[in-house]
C-alpha cells in the first residue's frame, strides 16, 4: 500500500498546487465544445448532430449540426449543460471489403456522454462500440445521466478498452505506427464488426443490434473473436493495418463482467478529497489485465458523484501473488458525496458467483484538501454486488 500512498501524496499536491490561481480577464460568453472523431471505418465525408436529453429520451431537435471531415467533428451547443446524445452518418471505406459504404442518416452511429458543462470542452467518438453502449442505454428503461455512465462502462469493460475516452486509429499501417495500443485495439474491434457484416451478409444496422442481443449470451463474443481471427489472418488483403495475429490485449473481447460498486458513507464525506484502501479478492473474482500485468481501465470506472467530479482519478495496482488491490480515488476539486464511487467489473470462474462480503476492505485511509489525514471513525467504505 506504501507505493500507492506514495503516488497518492504526490499527485495530491501537485493537482491541489495546479488548482491555485487560476481566473482570467473579462467575460466571455460560455460555450461547449464537443469534438471527436466518427469512424466505422473512418467517415471521411459526413454530418455530426448532437442533441440533448430531456425526459429520459433523446430530444427531437438538434442542439448543432456539423459536418465530418476525414473522420473528424467539431460542434459547438451554446450554453447547453447535461446528458447529449450524439448522431453520425456518412462515407467510410469498409475495412473487411475495402469498398465505400454508407452510414444512412436514417440508421445513425450514436454516442451518448452523461455530462456536458456549459464552458467546457468534451471529445466523444462516434462508433459502432457506442452505439452498442446507447443501445444499452435505451434498453435500460430511460436515458439518464446514471444508465449512460453504467452502459458506456459495460461495453468498455467487454471489448476491453475505454471506448469514450480513447480515440480510434485509421486502420492503416501508417496511422497504426504512431497510435496507441487501446488506440489500435479500438481500430481493430472496428474491423472485426465490418467482418461480421462481410461474413454474415447483413447490413450495419443488422449487425449491431445482433450484436447487442448477444451480449447477454457468448454469441457477440463468439462472432466478434470469429471475426477478428479472420480479419488480421495474413491470408486476408484487405488487412491494412500490418497486425497479423490476435493481440493479446483483444483476446476474449465481448463477454459481460459482474460489477461490485465502492460507496463512502460517513459524517465528513464532503471534505474527503483522496482516499484509499485495500481490497483482498477470494477465490472466484477475476480482474481483466493488459498482456503486462496491469489492470485494465474499463475494471475500475468512476460512478456517483466522483464521475461528476472535476479532475477525478483512480489509481489502482494490482498483485496477482496475493490476490490485493491496493486502490486510491483522487478528487483534487472535491465534490465528493455519500454514495457510490467506483464501480469494479470482474469476472468470475467456478460455479458460484463471490459475493460482496467476501471481499477483503482494509486500511481505509482518507484526506482533505491541504493533504491532511482526516480522521473520523464514521468515514467508512463499503462494497455491493450489483
Request: with cysteine; hydrophobic share 40%.
Amino acid at each position: 500500500m506504501n507505493h500507492v500512498k506514495q503516488i497518492l501524496a504526490i499527485a495530491l499536491l501537485t493537482l491541489l498546487a495546479a488548482c491555485g490561481g487560476g481566473g482570467g480577464s473579462g467575460a466571455s460568453p460560455a460555450v461547449t465544445t464537443v469534438s471527436g472523431v466518427a469512424s466505422k471505418g473512418i467517415i471521411t465525408k459526413g454530418t455530426v448532430a448532437v442533441y440533448p436529453v430531456a425526459n429520459g429520451a433523446k430530444a427531437g431537435t438538434a442542439l448543432a449540426v456539423g459536418p465530418i471531415d476525414n473522420g473528424t467533428y467539431s460542434v459547438n451547443i451554446g450554453d447547453y449543460s447535461g446528458p447529449i446524445v450524439v448522431e453520425a452518418y456518412g462515407e467510410y471505406s469498409d475495412e473487411a471489403t475495402g469498398k465505400t459504404l454508407t452510414v444512412s442518416a436514417s440508421a445513425p452511429l450514436r454516442a451518448a456522454l452523461n455530462y456536458a458543462t456549459t464552458g467546457k470542452s468534451f471529445t466523444l467518438p462516434v462508433t459502432p462500440l457506442t452505439d452498442l453502449a446507447y443501445r444499452q442505454a435505451i434498453q435500460s428503461g430511460a436515458l439518464t445521466p446514471t444508465s449512460i455512465q453504467a452502459a458506456n462502462d459495460q461495453i468498455s469493460y467487454a471489448m476491453r478498452l475505454d471506448i469514450i475516452n480513447t480515440i480510434p486509429s485509421a486502420p492503416t499501417l501508417t496511422a497504426f505506427a504512431s497510435a496507441t495500443r487501446s488506440q489500435k485495439d479500438y481500430a481493430l474491434i472496428l474491423a472485426a464488426v465490418s467482418q461480421v457484416m462481410a461474413t454474415q451478409g447483413t447490413t450495419l444496422e443488422a449487425t449491431l443490434a445482433s450484436l447487442n442481443s448477444g451480449l447477454a449470451s457468448t454469441a457477440t463474443a463468439t462472432a466478434l473473436n470469429t471475426a477478428l481471427a479472420a480479419y488480421v489472418d495474413p491470408a486476408n488483403a484487405n488487412n491494412t493495418t500490418g497486425v497479423t495475429t490476435v493481440p493479446d490485449t483483444l483476446k476474449n473481447i465481448g463477454t459481460i463482467g459482474k460489477k461490485l460498486t465502492l460507496s463512502l458513507s460517513g459524517n465528513s464525506v464532503s471534505s474527503v478529497q483522496a482516499f484509499s484502501v485495500t481490497l483482498t479478492l477470494p477465490d472466484g473474482i477475476l480482474l481483466r489485465t493488459n498482456s503486462d500485468g496491469t489492470l485494465l481501465e474499463s475494471v475500475f470506472v468512476k460512478a456517483g458523484s466522483a464521475a461528476k467530479a472535476a479532475n477525478a482519478q483512480i489509481i489502482a495496482r494490482y498483485d496477482a501473488a496475493s490476490r490485493t488491490v491496493d486502490l486510491a480515488l483522487l478528487a483534487p476539486s472535491g465534490g465528493l458525496a455519500t454514495g457510490d464511487v467506483i464501480n469494479i467489473t470482474f469476472d468470475t470462474s467456478g460455479s458460484t458467483t463471490p459475493q460482496a462480503s467476501d471481499v477483503g476492505l482494509t486500511n481505509p485511509e482518507f484526506w482533505d484538501q491541504y493533504g491532511a489525514r482526516i480522521l473520523d471513525t464514521t468515514l467508512q467504505p463499503a462494497l455491493n454486488l450489483n
